[in-house]
């Protein structure tokens, strides 16, 4: 059975989240556009093994009691403060720009014992992640409260997802909630822009394992490989025949790569 619990970061957000399962403890944290309903596709399966922390990021779900100004440096500290709740030694699972917020929680906290990262997205020289035209769609987009049209334009020019994947999507409740939270995703592209891949990380002591989908979008792996350069213990594995949403479309492959580095 789930409850339901909170924590106070350290501006004043109150940040949610879902505990469930038995086992040592494990903190989840979703990608850009979405909420904690993001991992149902293998919450029974990790629940089994580990207890859960699901978290909702500031701006979302559970978690919509947010202090301003909005920085990435703040979703560390969000990160981090369910990190202390859950306890010691701590496996931290962090997707998407969700992974960039899991390692911003690394450089605050000593609790994490290893980060699993699926796909960090930042910018490299040579590889920007949005496109300035496309950001400005997307700001357009919000600025007139289009959502439907944020969320569209960010699949299909970010994530590089197919018409069809699109189609596929919009009549599942993920679309919905993904909808809710569609305002979200211009500031977080702008942070991911200026993410700063540097000899910062190397105050990341800890195993650090990133997975990268074999058919994501080019920008992926550089930025795989520039955070793996920087982090003394971290690797990386590919995901076969995949992209960015594994979670969903190979979940039997992405479960033994989390099992694997545990």
Not at 12 to 18: A, D, P, R
Not at 121 to 128: D, L, V
Request: proline content about 8%; overall charge negative.
């Amino acid at each position: 059975m789930s409850e339901f619990r909170s924590v106070e970061s350290r501006d004043g957000t109150i940040i949610g989240f879902e505990k469930l399962g038995h086992g040592p403890p494990m903190v989840l944290v979703h990608g850009g556009t979405a909420d904690r309903r993001r991992w149902l596709p293998v919450v029974p399966q990790l629940a089994e093994r580990f207890t859960l922390h699901i978290v909702d990021r500031r701006g979302r779900g559970l978690s919509t009691k947010e202090s301003a100004p909005y920085d990435i440096a703040r979703e560390g500290e969000d990160v981090a403060a369910v990190v202390e709740a859950a306890g010691r030694d701590v496996y931290l699972l962090g997707h998407s720009y969700g992974a960039l917020c899991s390692l911003e929680a690394a450089l605050r906290t000593d609790a994490i014992g290893r980060l699993l990262i699926y796909e960090p997205p930042a910018a490299t020289p040579g590889h920007a992640v949005t496109p300035v035209p496309v950001l400005e769609q997307l700001r357009a987009a919000a600025a007139r409260g289009d959502r439907p049209c944020v969320l569209e334009t960010f699949y299909r020019e970010v994530i590089h997802s197919t018409p069809e994947d699109i189609a596929e999507m919009i009549p599942t409740p993920m679309w919905q909630a993904r909808l809710a939270a569609a305002l979200t995703i211009v500031r977080e592209l702008e942070h991911v822009e200026r993410f700063e891949i540097s000899p910062r990380l190397s105050a990341i002591r800890i195993p650090v394992r990133l997975l990268l989908g074999t058919e994501s979008p080019p920008y992926f792996r550089p930025a795989a490989l520039a955070i793996a350069h920087e982090i003394p213990q971290a690797d990386i594995l590919p995901l076969h025949g995949q992209g960015h949403l594994a979670i969903d479309r190979d979940t039997p492959q992405f479960l033994a790569a989390v099992f694997a580095f545990a």
